[in-house]
């Protein structure tokens, strides 16, 4: 399995505990056995000690004496289709129907050990050790039956999901082979699979595998689980962030028949026998909060330069022209549709948590921090889930319902409200990025200076050819619990990058898109830059008052990514009228869900590049609703062009994120181009 | 209190004033229409009222009483999926998929006011739904096709 190395960008959470769990309730004290437990989601810790992946075939792959193969992948699907996509990869190499194959994810019983499904890292890492493990097992199958037959192996075929003998007809399925035997065999590090140029399952394009399950309304996610006496949970929330409890009586909603209270530390909650009765149950619950002053966003960028105070370290400039431009990055919410939810059961001192996160083992780690258990009492299942967006890294919801589930003695069920999901998740990072550039005559960067605060680091460096640039990125105090988000730094590096590209380019007097190609050392930068221009006729002349042309280019995890945009500006509303994007991320695996990846990176930029943005004051969410804080709705839509760079002779990268980065600083550029006026602060708003 | 559910009439125990959504998911067991935002802003736990789409999030019990609620659980009959549950497929129109069965019902109520919609009248009969995936143009492209799988005499036409 190729190394898995920590992701650049990802952010730790770098807000105090949601909650200390404190002994002094005879109860808790019974289950803690004592002592102070902090609950903290650094899943960083965990992924230090990450243990090697599994090398048998067993651990990852089973076939049943039905035939029926189950496959084991610690992923988790959240919509972006790897359920589908990592089922092809395992019928390619195993010469069998994608409806044969069944995949267990993220399940920490069940599924070897994974560190996440996040930073676009199933398609290039997952997808070809699943490509690995099921051409071992082919490879096992053939000399199973060759051994059967007591034939030469080279004689026999693999098709349709049996072991056949060309020359006796003879043919065995594969669970008349395997007896559903665990497969035992190491996966050989030469293994022979199949490569792209011979796909026939893998890279064409398939419909999602439980597709009919979700149109009919079946598919079981978190929120919609029912376990026999399960109640209904709800958090008692603090006035405002970093709130001390100051006064509390859960005992008037102990009262209400059918329903348990609990206080333990800060964490308040009730869970109730009917979801009729949370909202009363809650509000019966007396409790008092001693708040802190804290910043707002009105204040923020100035904070986030001076917390901690840094200067830059500004190194002289030689160059014909030179510039210098400060950006801003507003921090948003991910908004999944289905807002956190956890089902969390106790069985004799084991504890079982259903609940939609990208990071279950991280999750598990958590379970048994927060309740002091070994990690083998405690298991972890993801069902289907109403997407993350890098937004379901941590497991809040997952210790609330257990410990919820362990003081009623039953299971319980915690579904987050809209506003809480708005409030009590975490955010992708705001920042401030100071950019000074200098170019000579002709065009060339000579000079290139990047500093970051607090929105992250990758894609920091510029993919252009600049050899003595100077980038640097500078952890600040964020006032706000931050974390990933779909590309969550790119896209700031990219909107300041793209933006400062614009504007030097201007100020060499070049047009923009020769611009980046005079600067693009990389040619698959330059073929994503002429195919995007290309398509978009970029440089035709304007046609209607207020439109605009912009544009820009980019690389980030594995993946070459241009886009061109028109828009038009009307009363100072911006309607983005046509998007063309074109994406190279190597040999691609399935081009229709790759599309519908980019597509809808693209529009869920739209709300980060015109209107998201968190509006907080003193630790209080002042927009923590769907009413108050917009997202893309249909009537956003732009004509949307995505033009596929495929490379098959490259190992294929991760479509969930960098196609996302190139929406803002394309709209960016094309508002200058149709009004003039250079908008350095995203969201982008003109008046 | 009792309702027609799918056709079936259902008695239930709760407030009047209890949200029809909660109704349907906790009480009567059908998990298809989702919890978005509790505000009628997402559209995630559309259902029919009369063949009207309406946010159940923001229906009370009694604005359903005496009304025919139709979910997504009951478009497909005897193994025959609705025209646009078909199309959604086709068309590769979900992601996570926690909208779609909102989108579909929201669909469903707008092909039986206009036929042959255009992507105009789609986008704006959907611009209540919301799709965090994005994949809003598929779905355009669905209800498209669903609209020409329904005048071309399928079972639910």
New interface residues.
């Given amino acids: 399995m190729p190394e898995f190395e920590i992701e650049v960008e990802r952010y730790e959470l770098h807000a105090d505990p949601s909650y200390s769990f404190t002994p002094g309730r005879r109860d808790f004290l019974k289950l803690m056995g004592g002592g102070l437990v902090v609950l903290l989601t650094l899943n960083s810790d965990a992924n230090a000690q990450q243990p090697p992946a599994p090398q048998d075939i067993g651990a990852w792959l089973h076939i049943a004496e039905s035939g029926a193969i189950t496959v084991y992948t610690g992923k988790a699907e959240?919509?972006?289709?790897i359920r589908t996509s990592l089922t092809q990869a395992v019928a390619e190499e195993l010469r069998t129907s994608v409806t044969r194959i069944q995949l267990v994810m993220g399940d920490t019983m069940l599924t070897p050990y994974d560190m996440g499904t996040f930073g676009s890292r199933t398609t290039p890492f997952m997808a070809p050790q699943l490509h690995k493990v099921a051409a071992a097992a082919r490879e096992m199958l053939i000399d199973l039956a060759a051994a059967q037959w007591k034939v030469d192996r080279a004689s026999l075929a693999i098709d349709d999901g049996r072991v056949k003998n060309p020359a006796t007809k003879a043919s065995l399925s594969f669970g008349e082979l395997t007896k559903g035997q665990k497969l035992t065999r190491t996966i050989a590090a030469d293994v022979r699979v199949t490569p792209a140029t011979e796909w026939k399952i893998a890279g064409h394009d398939l419909?999602?595998v439980?597709?009919?399950s979700?149109?009919?309304?079946?598919?079981?996610?978190t929120?919609?689980m029912?376990l026999p006496g399960m109640l209904?949970g709800r958090v008692v929330r603090p006035a405002a962030f970093q709130a001390k409890l100051a006064a509390v009586d859960v005992e008037p909603a102990k009262q209400i028949p059918g329903v348990v209270a609990v206080r333990d530390g800060d964490f308040i909650g009730v869970a109730c026998d009917?979801?009729?009765k949370l909202d009363q149950a809650a509000a019966a619950v007396k409790v008092e909060w001693k708040t802190t002053p804290q910043p707002g966003s009105k204040e923020l960028f100035a904070w986030l330069k001076t917390h901690p105070a840094a200067a830059i370290d500004w190194k002289p400039i030689e160059a014909d022209v030179q510039i210098e431009a400060s950006y801003n990055v507003a921090y948003i919410a991910h908004?999944?549709?289905?807002?956190r939810c956890a089902v969390a059961q106790w069985d004799d001192g084991r504890l079982t948590v259903w609940t939609g996160t990208q990071v279950p083992f991280g999750v598990r780690n958590e379970l048994a921090e927060a309740f002091g258990l070994p990690e083998d009492k405690v298991r972890v299942l993801v069902p289907?889930?109403?997407?993350g967006?890098g937004g379901k890294h941590s497991g809040e919801c997952a210790v609330e319902a257990a410990r919820l589930a362990k003081a009623a003695g039953k299971p319980v069920k915690l579904?987050w409200?809209?506003e809480e999901e708005f409030t009590w998740a975490y955010f992708r990072p705001a920042g401030v990025i100071d950019i000074r550039s200098g170019a000579r005559k002709d065009g060339v960067i000579s000079s290139w200076q990047f500093h970051n605060f607090n929105s992250g680091n990758a894609a920091l460096r510029s993919p252009y050819n600049i050899p003595n640039q100077i980038t640097e990125f500078h952890a600040a105090e964020s006032p706000l619990r931050q974390g990933s988000y779909r590309g969550l730094a790119a896209s700031a590096n990219h909107f300041a990058r793209e933006s400062h590209m614009d504007e030097l380019a201007r100020a060499a007097k070049m047009e923009p898109a020769a611009f980046r190609i005079k600067n693009a050392g990389e040619p698959r930068l330059r073929a994503v830059i002429e195919a995007a221009t290309e398509r978009f006729h970029w440089g035709q002349p304007k046609s209607r008052p207020g439109q605009g042309f912009g544009m820009m280019a980019g690389f980030d995890k594995g993946g070459f990514v241009a886009a061109c945009v028109e828009i038009t500006v009307v009363n100072n509303r911006v309607r983005v009228d046509r998007i063309v994007e074109a994406f190279e991320c190597g040999a691609i695996v399935n081009p229709?869900?790759l599309k519908?990846q980019i597509?809808?990176?693209?529009?869920?930029g739209l709300g980060g590049a015109l209107f998201e943005a968190i509006d907080f004051d003193n630790g209080r969410i002042l927009n923590p609703?769907?009413?108050r804080y917009r997202?893309?709705?249909?009537?956003d839509?732009p004509e949307?062009d995505v033009v596929l760079v495929d490379r098959k002779d490259l190992p294929s990268a991760g479509a969930g994120e960098t196609p996302i980065v190139a929406v803002a600083p394309a709209i960016g550029n094309a508002i200058f181009d149709a009004t003039g006026k250079r908008l350095r602060s995203m969201p982008l708003k003109l008046a | 209190m009792d309702l027609t559910i799918n056709g079936i009439r259902r008695t239930v125990h709760?407030?009047p004033s209890?949200p029809l959504l909660?109704v349907l998911?906790?009480e009567l067991?059908?998990?298809?229409?989702?919890?978005?935002?509790?505000?009628g802003?997402?559209g995630?736990c559309t259902v029919l009222l009369d063949g009207a789409a309406v946010r159940s999030c923001v229906t009370s019990l009694s604005e359903a009483q005496g009304k025919h609620v139709t979910?997504?659980?009951s478009?497909?009959q005897n193994g025959q999926?609705h025209p646009v549950?078909?199309a959604?497929?086709?068309a590769?129109a979900?992601?996570?998929?926690?909208?779609?069965?909102g989108m579909?019902m929201s669909s469903v109520s707008l092909l039986k006011k206009n036929s042959n919609p255009g992507p105009a009248e789609?986008?704006?009969a959907?611009?209540g739904?919301?799709?965090?995936?994005?994949?809003?143009?598929?779905i355009?492209e669905a209800v498209r096709m669903a609209a020409k799988l329904s005048t071309g005499g399928g079972p639910h036409a």
């Fill in positions: 959240v919509g972006q289709n419909h999602k439980n597709a009919r979700i149109v009919t309304g079946k598919e079981k996610y929120s919609d029912k209904y009917d979801s009729a908004t999944p549709l289905e807002p289907p889930t109403g997407s967006y579904q409200t809209r229709d869900q519908n597509v809808g990176g693209m529009i869920m609703r769907l009413s997202v893309p709705r249909f009537n839509l949307i | 709760s407030a209890r909660s998911r906790d067991d059908l998990t298809g229409a989702k919890y978005g935002c509790g505000e802003q997402c995630a979910t997504i659980e478009l497909e999926l549950q078909q959604f497929i086709d590769d979900l992601q996570c998929g926690y909208c779609t069965a579909i789609i986008k704006s959907l611009q739904n919301i799709c965090r995936c994005g994949t809003y143009p598929r355009i």
